[in-house]
């Protein structure tokens, strides 16, 4: 029983920005690494940005420089900043996070996505 919630989509004009939230909860033990995956029309869905427990972080290089990703283990929040969008960053935006459960085991779960778009 895991669930991962997101905020923070919306309509943006080239250059602005937004900030995305993903927060987890239900039976968890720890979560291991949080990230956010983007799928735009007519394209795959690809890696936007990772984070690790101990906070390294990864990003697509389309992305660096203009987004950022960030956590809050405490509140098993996971936060992406958007900053200087462009109209290719329209997509939908889903949360990840890589759950290690009371079992032990380690699972990844989704968000349901956030839709992001950026036009003039």
């Known amino acids: 029983q895991v669930q991962l919630v997101e905020s923070g989509g919306g309509l943006v004009q080239p250059g602005g920005s937004l900030r995305l939230s993903c927060a987890a909860s239900?039976?968890?033990?720890?979560?291991?690494?949080m990230g956010w995956y983007r799928q735009a029309p007519g394209k795959q869905r690809e890696l936007v940005a990772s984070?690790?427990?101990?906070?390294?972080?990864n990003y697509a290089d389309s992305v660096k420089g203009r987004f950022t990703i960030s956590r809050d283990n405490a509140k098993n929040t996971v936060y992406l900043q958007l900053n200087s969008l462009k109209p290719e960053d329209t997509a939908v935006y889903y949360c990840?996070?890589?759950?290690?459960?009371?079992?032990?085991?380690?699972?990844?779960?989704w968000g349901q996505g956030t839709q992001v778009t950026v036009s003039s």
């Open positions: 990840n996070a890589r759950i290690r459960r009371l079992s032990l085991r380690e699972y990844d779960y």
């Open positions: 239900g039976s968890i033990l720890s979560i291991n690494a």
């Open positions: 984070i690790t427990s101990g906070g390294s972080t």
